[in-house]
């Protein structure tokens, strides 16, 4: 099982990003996917997350209305689509997937059970 995500790069403030993340080796159809953060000397923390059918979205505080996190289940691939991009918006950014299906959607890493192996964001000022 393998989750690839891209997307990541150098960027303005202001400007826009498209994160993906690919899954592969096993469908995520049916599970809750994630997009957590991991900036320069802190935590990583959950920035957004989608139940299996896209009905049900969380976001963190610090990027509702900039973020917008969705899913297509035929490609097996889940999408972060940032605007507004801010300084503090850099981080490495990781994908995630619950293995339980038809999960709620869980706000802590350890809920989640396959990791990408992280693209990095830069916001420059």
């Known amino acids: 099982v393998q989750l690839q995500a891209s997307g990541g790069g150098v960027v303005q403030a202001g400007g826009s990003l498209r994160l993906s993340c690919a899954a592969s080796g096993r469908a995520f159809s049916k599970n809750v996917m994630g997009w957590f953060r991991q900036p320069p000397g802190k935590e990583r923390d959950l920035v957004a997350a989608i139940n299996w059918s896209g009905g049900n979205t969380y976001y963190a505080d610090s990027v509702k209305g900039r973020f917008t996190i969705s899913r297509d289940n035929a490609e097996n691939t889940v999408y972060l689509q940032m605007n507004s991009l801010k300084p503090e918006d850099t981080a490495v950014y990781y994908c995630?997937?619950?293995?339980?299906?038809?999960?709620?959607?869980?706000?802590?890493?350890?809920?989640?059970?396959?990791w990408g192996q992280g693209t990095l964001v830069t916001v420059s000022s």
């Open positions: 995630a997937a619950e293995a339980s299906r038809y999960s709620r959607i869980y706000y802590y890493d350890y809920a989640y059970d396959y």
